[in-house]
């Protein structure tokens, strides 16, 4: 059973850096697209950012483009997405997904915190 693990969430001040990391086990990540999704308190979770199974190709919501980057390590069977300059507004709890066969993996999350 594939399973996803996210990891890297913390307390951040605004204008600092964080690194999340999504791994897989029980499976591989290289036949599959994966993206980052995130939920504020009270809100629908929502798209983040998106990268094609060989990272020929990645997409960001505006409201990230810019400030994060999403990449991936196949042989590390990792995804990771590096989040810059960011802002109060990015506090949530974020979520990697793929969908395998028509069926939906999301891991637990981990929690991003951007606070003075």
């Known amino acids: 059973q594939l399973q996803l693990v996210e990891s890297g969430g913390g307390l951040v001040q605004p204008g600092g850096s964080l690194r999340l990391s999504c791994a897989a086990s029980g499976g591989t990540l290289d036949d599959f697209a994966v993206g980052w999704f995130h939920q504020a308190p009270g809100k629908e979770r929502e798209g983040v950012s998106y990268i094609n199974r060989r990272a020929g190709s990645a997409n960001y919501a505006d409201s990230v483009k810019g400030r994060f980057t999403i990449s991936r390590d196949n042989a590390k069977n990792t995804v990771y997405l590096q989040m810059n300059s960011l802002k109060p507004e990015d506090t949530a709890v974020y979520y990697c997904?793929?969908?395998?066969?028509?069926?939906?993996?999301w891991g637990k999350g981990t929690l991003v915190t951007v606070s003075s």
């Open positions: 997904n793929l969908v395998q066969e028509g069926v939906h993996y």
